[in-house]
């Protein structure tokens, strides 16, 4: 009997560590925030992401601190779409996986868009 439980319990435990890790991987307790990007682009993320660079204008703005404009039930922020996708990434990443681009152009406005939002030096 000492033998089963035993074994039940390195089961539990190990089930016990799998949900912390799902838990930390998927945000289950964060709001999910629809946005509207530049008008054509409709996207959903975790508010977590979007504050998760301790003292960007992302995280200001997302602090429950400000009022936001919206169109149809989602946050409108007018940015381009295509470089505010790529930030999204980025802070997926976790910051560690810069974007790749196919021109200087692509890679000039995402640097840019990283100094709009206060993000990275």
């Known amino acids: 009997m000492n033998d089963k439980y035993a074994s039940i319990k390195v089961e ?3 089930w016990e560590e799998e949900k912390e890790a799902i838990k930390e991987l998927y945000r289950i307790d964060s709001e999910v925030v ?10 959903k993320t975790d508010k977590d992401l ?16 400000h009022d936001m404009k919206k169109v149809d039930d989602e946050i409108f922020i007018d940015r381009d779409a ?8 980025y802070l997926r990443n976790e910051r560690r996986v810069f974007p790749e681009f196919s021109d200087k152009n692509s890679k ?13 030096d």
């Open 108 to 120: 000039d406005l995402f640097i840019s868009e990283l100094y709009f939002w206060g993000i990275d």
């Open 12 to 14: 539990r435990d190990k």
């Open 34 to 43: 629809p946005l509207n990007i530049g008008g054509n682009v409709h996207l």
């Open 50 to 65: 979007l504050t998760s660079v301790e003292g960007s204008k992302l995280a200001a703005l997302f602090s429950d601190m």
């Open 82 to 89: 295509k470089t505010f996708e790529s930030l999204l990434n």
